[in-house]
């Protein structure tokens, strides 16, 4: 489970990654057309298509595309891209072209010529119909465009379906994710749940049927070394260790470790111990540790000696 929602992470991520790199890539790509400056400081004309007068499929209406495969740099740099449009006699003809916005085009001022794109405007007074269009992006003069309403109800439909594609392919993986964190949760609760009953049947089957609030099993003679009076005196299989809590000097991740008192039976006396205490969590830690400590193996002048262990339930 953990390693599923490691790898939907992953592809979420590079999913991500790969839209942001397409997203600034076309931003640079934008914004190095928008100036058109070179290392030499030196400023390109616009691009155009430029195939002068072509017979044509395009009507005046809706948009279409010029169809024309010559792009042409500008000669002038103030030059911007341009189309026109005629129905003379039965024929359709596009001419596409560069040309100076301070000059007459076929006898019209262009009025458009700061627009990002080709609107075509028809001209009155002309023998047929004759249409013309102006503006300053790079190849904008590729794409003629007669209805912008049209125009903009079909870009807006065209960026709704390109959200809708994205929604639809995030979406999935979204569910996925949230799916294997809740499942792999759930995993974790029930694996705990598992593991505490265990432990409580395991206390339960060891406990002495003399036991009220406190019960406590300590480990047989033979696995451990008592040398301390008060340790010795005690009946194991009965009886705990006379043990007070001082103060907690440190802590860990499966275990506390306090400074106590070893009280002897009827006098005030003690002896100084250390007590590492176990939550019911790590009852696996615990009996491991127990069973380290218990190996006779370990019994040496310079390792602390180890007096016994037992099993609190509180």
């Not at 792009?71 to 100076?100: F, P």
């Not at 794109?117 to 004759?130: D, N, Q, S, T, V």
């Not at 979204?174 to 792999?184: D, M, N, P, W």
Request: glycine share 4%.
């Amino acid at each position: 489970y953990l390693c599923l929602m490691y790898g939907t992470c992953i592809l979420i991520y590079s999913l991500l990654s790969i839209y942001l790199s397409i997203y600034l890539s076309i931003s640079f790509v934008a914004e190095y057309r928008e100036h058109n400056i070179f290392s030499g400081g030196f400023k390109m004309g616009k691009l155009c298509k430029f195939c002068d007068v072509k017979l044509t499929t395009c009507t005046n209406e809706g948009h279409c595309c010029s169809n024309c495969n010559i792009t042409s740099i500008c000669e002038h740099k103030n030059e911007i891209c341009a189309a026109v449009w005629r129905k003379y006699n039965g024929n359709v003809t596009l001419e596409t072209i560069c040309h100076d916005p301070t000059l007459e085009l076929h006898g019209y001022k262009l009025d458009d010529v700061n627009s990002k794109k080709c609107f075509m405007k028809e001209k009155k007074g002309a023998g047929g119909l004759l249409y013309m269009c102006s503006c300053k992006d790079d190849e904008c003069n590729d794409e003629i465009i007669f209805s912008e309403s049209k125009y903009i109800t079909s870009s807006t439909e065209v960026k709704y379906v390109i959200a809708l594609v994205a929604v639809i392919c995030l979406v999935p993986l979204l569910v996925i994710t949230i799916a294997v964190i809740i499942i792999f949760y759930f995993y974790r609760v029930q694996r705990r749940r598992k593991l505490n009953k265990a432990w409580e049947k395991n206390v339960k089957s060891r406990k002495h049927k003399d036991c009220s609030d406190v019960c406590a099993i300590m480990l047989d003679d033979d696995r451990s070394d008592i040398s301390s009076t008060c340790a010795n005196n005690i009946n194991h299989n009965t009886e705990l260790l006379p043990i007070e809590l001082d103060t907690l000097v440190g802590k860990g991740r499966f275990a506390e470790v306090y400074k106590a008192k070893l009280k002897q039976n009827t006098s005030e006396q003690f002896e100084t111990v250390a007590v590492k205490i176990f939550s019911y969590e790590e009852y696996a830690s615990w009996k491991t540790e127990k069973d380290i400590f218990s190996d006779i193996n370990l019994k040496h002048e310079n390792i602390l000696q180890f007096l016994t262990a037992e099993e609190r339930i509180d």
